[in-house]
């Protein structure tokens, strides 16, 4: 319980002082590089194309540090817990549990609104947790802890470059 009490000189803005702008919206959305980033996957744009080549091949890899032993995910060039670059690539399991989850119904990043819905998440693969999308399966089909394993998407398009991304599937 709570007393409200009113407060007599309290004046309302009428919407006179707020300031005003007109936005306008193109008609046709082209994809910013910065939407599209999966492209850069060759060493001319990336200093992580190992981990696509190695996804490229079914091994899902990251960095680990050869100076402190620190585990990345995404891969480094540089560790975040020493700063030594003396980091090599090495295999990350392929199975894991959903650790977190949730789906996303109504629109998500430009250009990728007509996937919906679909389920994104926290997967636990042991030495690491990583956000990744899960496919074939809904909300309702999974629970925490719930099984999944890695799933190679080849991107096709926009541009001529062979790409691939990571996905989950439940097991
Ligand atoms: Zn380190």
Do not use: W
């Amino acid at each position: 319980m709570s007393d409200h009490q009113s407060n007599d000189e309290t004046v309302l803005p009428d919407g006179g002082d707020v300031p005003r702008e007109t936005v306008s919206i193109p008609t046709e959305i082209e994809l910013p590089r910065l939407l599209d980033f999966y492209e850069l996957q060759d060493p001319e744009h990336t200093q992580i194309h190992e981990f696509y080549e190695n996804l490229r091949d079914g091994r899902f890899t990251t960095t680990e540090c050869r100076e402190c032993g620190e585990l990345h995910f995404p891969p480094r060039i540089v560790c975040p817990e020493c700063t030594s670059d003396d980091l090599e690539y090495v295999d990350l399991p392929h199975e894991g549990e959903m650790y977190s989850f949730t789906e996303v119904r109504g629109t998500s990043a430009i250009g990728m609104n007509g996937d919906t819905p679909f389920v994104a998440g926290v997967v636990d693969l042991g030495p690491i947790r990583l956000s990744a999308r899960v496919d074939d399966a809904s909300y309702e089909d999974l629970e925490i802890g719930s099984a999944v394993r890695l799933k190679i998407v080849e991107v096709d398009g926009p541009t001529d470059q062979d790409r691939v991304f990571y996905r989950f599937t439940p097991v």
